[in-house]
Nanobody, 116 residues
């Protein structure tokens, strides 16, 4: 069984910043990728940002230059710093982890609301 400890999220005004963190623990093997996904009401879950064990990153075009993903491999923790937030960034943000067998695990999600 895999457990996730997610923190961060909340309500912020447009142009503001928020940080998310997610620590994975439990019966999980070698983690090859960690990432953040978001889902707005009525929409599919989409990739926001991902980071591989070697440090390479991938971002959705809509967040490039505004969001930064990082990870602490020793702690199986991934972070997402979100700056210059826009109303369209609103959604439930989920931590996702992929192990060496390419099995995916998901956190419970945390809500981010960008509104004035």
């Amino acid at each position: 069984q895999v457990q996730f400890a997610e923190s961060g999220g909340g309500l912020v005004q447009p142009g503001g910043s928020l940080g998310l963190s997610c620590a994975a623990s439990g019966s999980i093997g070698t983690i090859v990728a960690m990432g953040w996904y978001r889902q707005a009401p009525g929409n599919k879950r989409e990739l926001v940002a991902a980071i591989m064990s070697g440090g390479s990153t991938r971002y959705a075009d809509s967040v490039k230059g505004r969001f930064t993903i990082s990870r602490d491999n020793a702690k199986n923790t991934v972070y997402l710093q979100m700056n210059s937030l826009k109303p369209e960034d609103t959604g439930a943000y989920y931590c996702g982890v992929t192990d060496s067998l390419l099995k995916n695990y998901w956190g419970q999600g945390t809500q981010v609301t960008v509104s004035s």
